[in-house]
């Protein structure tokens, strides 16, 4: 049982170029999220999906795109990386809710040059 | 004003202290509590869970609730050193659905020293 799965690691970005960061999760939780943490900011939420086909934008959405073809998979798609996108990114799944507490992934450490 | 405020410390004490950690709050709406530990460089993992007010106790962990004051703790007995992390604060006013939202406090480093 892998839990919530991310990729990569870690990555550096031009400014202005794209890319997406993986989650996956195999639990059939139906609730997943993706959150950034920086330093004195704590995790912020960037969009949440509560289920296949249904996203919805946390507190801050801009310059994120997010999909939900399949319960597993939730990947984050940076549409032109700006360096005020440095940050950890997490991706973090729940049975159904904020009240189930989450189970975390291990982290994508993206920096944008 | 932040709905959830927590020290970022950091906090260091000697291996054996108990450690307080606290977060305070404004939504009195939230209902369900929980303890978050992070390594360094790794994803937050679930400490502790809490519905309501009141006291849970795991091990050297309890987590204590007191709605009256939107006040939430976490002590840790005989603190080791294995104990040096993150701790974060969460809650949510919900148990599912897409308005309940885990928010978190920020953080507070806990440095247990040998």
Redesign the interface.
């Known amino acids: 049982n892998a839990g919530?799965t991310q990729t990569p690691k870690f990555q550096v970005l031009k400014t202005g170029q794209s890319m997406t960061l993986q989650c996956a999760q195999d639990m059939n939780h139906e609730?997943m999220?993706w959150y950034r943490q920086d330093p004195?900011?704590?995790?912020r939420?960037i969009h949440?999906s509560?289920g296949a086909g249904i996203t919805?934008q946390?507190e801050v959405p801009n310059g994120y795109n997010v999909s939900r073809s399949t319960t597993e998979d939730f990947p984050l798609r940076l549409l032109s990386a700006a360096p005020s996108q440095t940050s950890v990114y997490?991706c973090a799944s729940?049975?159904?809710?904020?009240?189930?507490?989450?189970?975390?992934?291990?982290?994508t450490?993206l920096t944008v040059v | 004003q932040k709905e959830v405020e927590?020290d970022?410390g950091p906090l260091s004490v000697p291996e054996g202290a108990i450690v307080s950690l606290n977060c305070t709050y404004s939504n009195s709406a939230f209902?369900?509590f929980?303890w978050?530990r992070q390594y360094s460089?790794?994803?937050?993992?679930?400490l502790m869970?809490t519905y309501s007010s009141g006291n849970k106790e795991d091990g050297r962990f309890t987590a204590q609730v007191d709605k009256s004051s939107k006040y939430i703790s976490l002590f840790i007995r005989d603190s080791q050193p294995s104990d040096s992390a993150t701790y974060?604060c969460?809650m949510?006013?919900?148990?599912?659905?897409?308005t309940?939202?885990?928010?978190?406090?920020?953080?507070t480093l806990l440095a247990v020293q040998p």
């Open positions: 919530v609730y999220s004195g900011m704590g995790l939420l949440y509560v919805d946390g997490f729940s049975p159904e809710g904020g009240g189930y507490g989450y189970t975390f992934g291990s982290g450490r | 927590q970022p209902q369900y929980m978050y460089r790794k994803g937050p993992e679930l869970y974060l969460a949510s006013a919900g148990y599912g659905g897409a309940n939202k885990l928010i978190f406090g920020t953080g």
